[in-house]
């Protein structure tokens, strides 16, 4: 024993005074020296802690918000009737012996009052002869259409029940910041009660240059079946409709869109007010963007809506508005692009007065503009553009009634409509831009139409179509 204690404190020795003449004789110290140089470039460190709100998905608790939501979110089944052919001769020639066939579409809704009120998509209720809503207790009501809204696909129905139904409340969608935490809640593919989870990827988002969307764009995953359901914050409260998604397949690929909770909110109270939507129109004319015309005047690099034209008696010309004015904000809301400015419109009716920041030749001036009533409007089946007549028209034409032809598409040039005034369709009186729209949407296309006019003279003219 003593033995192997030796052996062990020589090996020892041994190691250490190896170890110690290798440093001695072979290794080279190396020194570096680090001085402060006043050309040197810095890089800013921040070390700033993070939040626990923004540190990350498993930091945010999403299941309050989908335990109070999955109960206020139904399936909505749509059943409509078709024609469908009895045998080849009909379906080639359609020889009127065609069946009916029920057809069924599905889609989601929201809950917004307990006694029954239910907001959806009007694609998902259109041309319904028979609606059903199954509520997340699997128990199924026949629902009736209120009213609906096909510019902002915003429709409104209701199910009869004695119980007590949980409901959303609105939130406020003008608060909604990119980058906050949502969910979207509803059926796709019949699956009921689904639950995902985004983030706001966008605001005032448009999906057709044409017209005067305003949508949410999250990532929050969105298929077919999810029209009409709810997107909601981590608080639960509805701050959407969701509506649609930008694929070509026809599935979710990272893009969806919801109508904002304002603008629905507005639909849904003007359909239960008024029985229709109450829009207020400002009044001006914008040059479409991504145009030569708008790129050669640089308008594309303009933040803010660049008014091109002003509307006759409109809010915007009593408010003198000029050509070549920029909008930079309304009501205190940043105003970058056209849709910013439509979205917010959308929440406001004839009648309400709106503050307008406005940029004068590099001069900022504010404006208050009261909003009217739409005064224009493109008839179906011909395309015109008609307007409701103004004082001066009215002396002009020597009428109290009519619409005035303002707008004429290429297949009509020819027949001098541009300018003259219509006063009736067929047998029926036009009095304004409403009746205008009834009269021209009843028209067949295999009739005859006969349309009266008036011209600068005060003369009656007649047109026959067929």
Same mark, same amino acid.
């Given at each position: 024993?003593?033995?192997?204690?030796?052996?062990?404190?020589?090996?020892?020795?041994?190691?250490?005074? &190896?170890?110690?003449?290798?440093?001695?004789?072979?290794?080279?110290?190396?020194?570096?020296?680090?001085?402060?140089?006043?050309?040197?470039?810095?890089?800013?460190?921040?070390?700033?802690?993070?939040?626990?709100?923004?540190?990350?998905?498993?930091?945010?608790?999403?299941?309050?918000?989908?335990?109070? %939501?999955?109960?206020?979110?139904? /399936?909505?089944?749509?059943?409509?009737?078709?024609?469908?052919?009895?045998?080849?001769f009909d379906f080639f020639y359609g020889s009127g012996g065609s069946k009916s066939a029920p057809q069924v579409g599905?889609?989601?809704?929201?809950?917004?009052?307990?006694?029954? /009120?239910?907001?959806?998509?009007? /694609?998902?209720?259109?041309?319904?002869s028979q609606l059903q809503v199954t509520l997340n207790n699997n128990k199924t009501y026949d629902a009736q259409l209120?009213?609906?809204?096909?510019?902002?696909?915003?429709?409104?129905?209701?199910?009869?029940?004695?119980?007590?139904?949980?409901?959303?409340?609105?939130?406020?969608?003008?608060?909604?910041?990119?980058?906050?935490?949502?969910?979207?809640?509803?059926?796709?593919?019949?699956?009921?009660?689904?639950?995902?989870?985004?983030?706001?990827?966008?605001?005032?988002?448009?999906?057709?240059?044409?017209?005067?969307?305003?949508?949410?764009?999250?990532?929050?995953?969105?298929?077919?079946?999810?029209?009409?359901?709810?997107?909601?914050?981590?608080?639960?409260?509805?701050?959407?409709?969701?509506?649609?998604?930008?694929?070509? %397949?026809?599935?979710?690929?990272?893009?969806?869109?919801?109508?904002?909770?304002?603008?629905?909110?507005?639909?849904?109270?003007?359909?239960?007010?008024?029985?229709?939507?109450?829009?207020?129109?400002?009044?001006?004319?914008?040059?479409?963007?991504? &145009?030569?015309?708008?790129?050669?005047?640089?308008?594309?690099?303009?933040?803010?809506?660049?008014?091109?034209?002003?509307?006759?008696?409109?809010?915007?010309?009593?408010?003198?508005?000029?050509?070549?004015?920029?909008?930079?904000?309304?009501?205190?809301?940043?105003?970058?692009?056209?849709?910013?400015?439509?979205?917010?419109?959308?929440?406001?009716?004839?009648?309400?007065?709106?503050?307008?920041?406005?940029?004068?030749?590099?001069?900022?001036?504010?404006?208050?503009? %009261?909003?009217?009533?739409?005064? %224009?409007?493109?008839?179906?089946?011909?395309?015109?553009?008609?307007?409701?007549?103004?004082?001066?028209?009215?002396?002009?034409?020597?009428?109290?009634?009519?619409?005035?032809?303002?707008?004429?598409?290429?297949?009509?040039?020819?027949?001098?409509?541009?300018?003259?005034?219509?006063?009736?369709?067929?047998?029926?009186?036009?009095?304004?831009?409403?009746?205008?729209?009834?009269?021209?949407?009843?028209?067949?296309?295999?009739?005859?139409?006969?349309?009266?006019?008036?011209?600068?003279?005060?003369?009656?003219?007649?047109?026959?179509?067929?």
């Open positions: 024993m003593r033995r192997i204690g030796s052996l062990l404190i020589v090996a020892v020795f041994a190691g250490a005074i &190896t170890l110690g003449a290798y440093k001695f004789l072979f290794e080279k110290n190396s020194y570096t020296v680090v001085a402060a140089d006043e050309n040197s470039s810095l890089i800013n460190t921040s070390f700033t802690p993070t939040s626990a709100k923004g540190a990350g998905i498993n930091e945010v608790d999403f299941t309050l918000a989908a335990e109070n %939501t999955v109960n206020a979110v139904v /399936h909505v089944k749509n059943v409509t009737v078709g024609k469908s052919p009895n045998n080849i599905t889609g989601s809704g929201v809950i917004i009052s307990q006694d029954g /009120h239910i907001v959806t998509n009007n /694609h998902v209720i259109a041309n319904a209120v009213g609906s809204d096909p510019n902002s696909d915003i429709a409104l129905i209701k199910i009869e029940t004695n119980e007590k139904l949980p409901y959303l409340a609105f939130g406020d969608s003008d608060n909604t910041k990119i980058g906050e935490w949502v969910l979207a809640v509803g059926n796709p593919f019949n699956l009921t009660s689904t639950v995902t989870a985004g983030i706001v990827s966008a605001k005032a988002r448009s999906l057709d240059t044409r017209s005067n969307q305003s949508f949410i764009q999250t990532d929050a995953a969105v298929n077919p079946g999810n029209s009409g359901g709810a997107l909601v914050n981590t608080n639960g409260d509805l701050i959407g409709i969701n509506t649609a998604i930008s694929s070509r %397949t026809g599935s979710y690929v990272g893009y969806s869109f919801a109508v904002p909770s304002n603008i629905a909110k507005k639909v849904i109270d003007d359909i239960l007010e008024y029985g229709n939507v109450q829009k207020g129109v400002l009044g001006i004319n914008v040059a479409p963007v991504n &145009t030569p015309y708008a790129i050669e005047k640089g308008l594309n690099e303009i933040e803010g809506v660049y008014i091109s034209g002003i509307v006759e008696d409109s809010g915007a010309e009593e408010a003198d508005l000029r050509e070549g004015d920029i909008v930079k904000m309304i009501d205190k809301i940043k105003i970058k692009k056209y849709p910013d400015l439509t979205g917010y419109l959308s929440t406001k009716r004839p009648g309400d007065t709106v503050e307008m920041l406005i940029d004068r030749d590099d001069e900022e001036i504010t404006v208050a503009v %009261t909003l009217k009533e739409r005064q %224009t409007i493109i008839v179906p089946e011909m395309g015109m553009e008609v307007k409701n007549l103004s004082e001066k028209d009215k002396k002009q034409f020597k009428t109290k009634i009519g619409v005035k032809i303002t707008g004429v598409p290429e297949r009509y040039r020819g027949y001098g409509l541009d300018g003259k005034v219509i006063i009736k369709v067929d047998d029926k009186d036009i009095e304004n831009i409403t009746d205008a729209k009834n009269a021209f949407g009843g028209i067949s296309r295999y009739g005859k139409t006969v349309i009266t006019m008036l011209n600068e003279d005060g003369e009656r003219e007649r047109l026959i179509f067929q």
